[in-house]
């Protein structure tokens, strides 16, 4: 069964940063895109970041300059580095990534259970 934990979400003050950490674990034989989602309340889940496989990234514009993305293929972990953080940018943060498992041998979307970050103003 293919999991995906989140850490790092919390409270920080206008201007602060937060890391945020998601590794996947379970019986995977690959995985490729990985990104991070957010949802604020009252508004549609939003893609922030995401990263191939190799390392290609994209954020939403809101972000850019200010969050970076990043991967560490040998942890199966997903990595979101969020600096100079805004009011705006509180929401729950959701991990995804596409992930090849047993006993499937297929790739599927999974997603996992969400940090919450509160940027205070």
């Known amino acids: 069964q293919v999991q995906l934990v989140e850490s790092g979400g919390g409270l920080v003050q206008d201007g602060g940063s937060l890391r945020l950490s998601c590794a996947a674990s379970?019986?995977?034989?690959?995985?490729?895109?990985m990104g991070w989602y957010r949802q604020a309340p009252g508004k549609q889940r939003e893609l922030v970041a995401s990263?191939?496989?190799?390392?290609?990234?994209n954020y939403v514009d809101s972000v850019k300059d200010r969050f970076t993305i990043s991967r560490d293929n040998a942890k199966k972990t997903v990595y979101l580095q969020m600096n100079r953080l805004k009011p705006e940018d509180t929401a729950v943060y959701y991990c995804?990534?596409?992930?090849?498992?047993?006993?499937?041998?297929?790739?599927?979307?999974?997603w996992g259970q969400g940090t919450r970050v509160t940027v205070s103003s």
């Open positions: 995804n990534a596409n992930i090849g498992s047993y006993p499937t041998g297929s790739y599927m979307n999974f």
């Open positions: 379970g019986s995977i034989f690959g995985i490729r895109d």
């Open positions: 990263i191939t496989a190799g390392g290609i990234t």
